[in-house]
């Protein structure tokens, strides 16, 4: 595996005052997203005052599999072929892991080419007790295509984004932390091949995994899934304020008083 930029992108940035180039779509309880139990007993949902959905997973011992799936299937004006991310932003991410027991956090985008064929394409983060990992994988059969390497020790993955960005013929999935850096773990997918991509959707998974007697008990706050044109960087990092044409004008006075 080995970290890889794109040559030759054309990146499309949108100064303030044009954020709304970006299609935002919030987690909510009763906004298009359909929430789904793995296993009975193990997830609990609340509406976030502030934003966003905290899922709570609790996976006692006994249990091999459960969680949330968080599925939206319409992503309307999304596209691989076009030069832009798709990236799910949440924050409060915590757990208490024992035994063989692992958690997994996925950014999952779903979608057929001309033939009817489903493929997957993901960026993950596996927690256990014996550290993180990124994980990714793509295609119809995602065992021959699935790939994992360790999270680079000091990364906080607390908070943050999973992505995914596209230059229409590559697929490079990346980690944005709260400050706007962008981590590229792995390289990138060749989708030049497939014809006819369409109906995109979103499936966001919230799970543990339990054998020999492990535990999990995990938190996190989704809060939403963004996407738009131009690269990672060009969709602020999560918590960003947004700053409308006002707020670039009210800055661009107050610097002309010697304020800022």
């Known amino acids: 595996m080995c970290t890889r930029t794109f040559c030759g992108v054309l990146a499309i940035c949108f100064l303030a005052g044009s954020a709304a180039a970006n299609t935002v779509i919030d987690y909510a309880l009763d906004d298009g997203w359909t929430y789904e139990e793995g296993y009975p007993g193990t997830l609990s949902l609340a509406a976030n005052p502030s934003g966003g959905i905290i899922a709570n997973v609790d996976q006692p011992v006994g249990i091999e599999d459960g969680g949330l799936v968080a599925s939206r299937h319409d992503l309307p004006g999304y596209s691989l072929n076009n030069v832009g991310c798709i990236q799910l932003e949440y ?126 008990a995990a938190s996190v706050n989704l809060e939403r899934v963004v996407y738009g044109l131009g690269s990672p960087e060009c969709i602020p990092a999560p918590g960003a304020i947004l700053l409308s044409t006002f707020g670039a004008g009210l800055i661009a006075s107050l610097r002309r008083r010697r304020l800022l």
């Open 91 to 216: 924050s409060a991410l915590s757990s208490t892991i024992t035994g063989e027991a692992g958690l997994n956090l996925v950014l999952e985008l779903e979608f057929y080419d001309a033939g009817g064929q489903e493929y997957e394409m993901a960026m993950a983060i596996w927690l256990t007790n014996g550290g993180a990992e990124f994980e990714t994988w793509y295609g119809p059969n995602i065992a021959e295509e699935f790939y994992d390497t360790p999270v680079p020790d000091g990364l906080l993955l607390a908070e943050g984004a999973l992505g995914l960005y596209s230059d229409g013929s590559h697929v490079l999935p990346y980690f944005k932390d709260v400050a706007g850096s962008v981590f590229y773990p792995f390289s990138t997918w060749d989708i030049s091949g497939l014809v006819g991509m369409h109906r995109y959707s979103v499936d966001n998974d919230f799970e543990a995994e339990t054998i020999d007697g492990g535990t999990v």
